[in-house]
């Protein structure tokens, strides 16, 4: 079980100025479906060894990853009827996290605006889009129809669902659900589509799909209208991640590879392949040092978000050895939303406001505090 954790609430007044940047490790998280484990790369992707060894925990064709904001790690296997839990520092398995409700090849995951872990269903018969608390507890079936072979989704600004039905791989398209779970339709149809996976919207509205079929992604603007190829020349892309750079990670079935992309697409080659890489189908990014409670030096590097949950703003507050705080915001598929440096006038004790702005959507973001030696993460789930 992870330790509790204490937080000043002394509160010093901050100068925001620029200055040296703090350096922050991240790791890559990929899931190796057909092995039964999760892998860890660099940012430079050099394989790191495994996460979560294979079958840890009874563990079957791994589907996705989410970090809960207690710092676990939660993992959905096509295998399993129950949600996996694991150490955020060792990758150790904890045991079954999802509890009231049998899953039926549960596939991808998210935490939505209303601060409930949402999960699709592979199963054909079994399908609505399925809820249940923080703690792992059923709520509810979320649609109100079924979501047969559904994968990635997202939400808008307006509160609706988005998720790619796969159906046999030629026939997918994206559905659209309200926000109390109410059918809407299909929003991007068959004509060009065919196998979607992941997706995700652009800051600028405009909904990228990756279609395991054809090797692309499809951009599509925010009517559901085709716009253009985005990326093509892949095998079987799913999932996906951004990196600190801005660059974009991409699985790949079909060459047992993760790709590496520049923002505007252009191949950069594998970021990853080997290793026994089997499949893999979900790719994330984490800072490093940014699970549970940092030690530096003999003090104990405490950090909390002000509240946890919410709309915002959140306060940041807590102790670092160092005078010299940087802070960054990333959200759930590793994009940087914020960077930006800090000062606390009190030397040890620090706090900062975070104010999500518009370009921030519902969902779970990273905040990552460093003073240059460790870096401390609290999960911030926002609502609307």
């Excluded at 490790?25 to 999760?38: G, I």
């Excluded at 296997?77 to 129950?82: E, I, P, R, T, V």
């Excluded at 790719?283 to 104990?300: K, M, Y």
Aim: hydrophobic share 40%.
């Amino acid at each position: 079980m992870r330790p509790s954790i204490s937080f000043s609430i002394t509160i010093c007044g901050l100068l925001w100025q620029s200055g040296v940047r703090a350096q922050i490790q991240y790791e890559v998280l990929v899931n190796s479906r057909d092995t039964h484990a999760v892998f860890r790369y660099d940012l430079s992707g050099n394989w790191l060894g495994e996460f979560v060894t294979s079958g840890s925990g009874g563990l079957q064709f791994p589907e996705d990853i989410l970090f809960h904001p207690d710092g676990t790690v939660l993992v959905t296997g096509a295998g399993n009827a129950q949600i996996k839990r694991y150490d955020g520092a060792t990758g150790d398995y904890i045991g079954n996290f999802s509890s009231g409700y049998s899953l039926s090849i549960p596939s991808k995951m998210s935490i939505g605006p209303d601060s409930l872990i949402y999960v699709t269903q592979w199963g054909t018969v079994q399908n609505n889009v399925v809820r249940f608390d923080l703690s792992g507890v059923f709520v509810d079936e979320f649609t109100t129809v079924g979501a047969p072979l559904g994968l990635g989704h997202f939400w808008d600004d307006q509160g609706r669902f988005y998720i790619s039905l796969y159906d046999n791989g030629a026939n997918g398209t994206v559905h659209r659900f309200a926000a109390d779970g109410s059918d809407l339709g299909v929003f991007i149809d068959s004509s060009i589509l065919q196998g979607p996976t992941d997706l995700w919207q652009d800051t600028n509205g405009d909904v990228l799909v990756q279609d395991w079929t054809s090797g692309t992604v499809l951009r599509y603007d925010a009517n559901g209208q085709f716009i253009s190829t985005f990326i093509s020349g892949l095998s079987n892309p799913e999932g996906h991640a951004w990196l600190p750079s801005g660059n974009l990670l991409m699985g790949d079935w079909g060459e047992d590879a993760v790709h590496l992309f520049d923002p505007l697409g252009t191949d950069l080659g594998y970021f990853s392949s080997g290793n026994g890489l089997a499949d893999p189908n979900c790719v994330r990014l984490r800072a490093v040092g940014a699970i549970g409670v940092a030690e530096i030096d003999s003090e104990a590097a405490t950090v909390q978000a002000l509240p946890t949950i919410g709309p915002g703003p959140f306060l940041l507050q807590g102790h670092l050895p160092s005078g010299a705080i940087h802070l960054t915001v990333v959200d759930g598929t590793g994009r940087v939303v914020e960077d930006r440096s800090l000062t606390s006038t009190g030397g040890i004790v620090f706090s900062a406001t975070w104010e999500p702005g518009a370009h921030c959507a519902p969902g779970t973001y990273q905040l990552v505090v460093s003073d240059g030696r460790a870096a401390v993460r609290a999960m911030v789930v926002l609502t609307e």
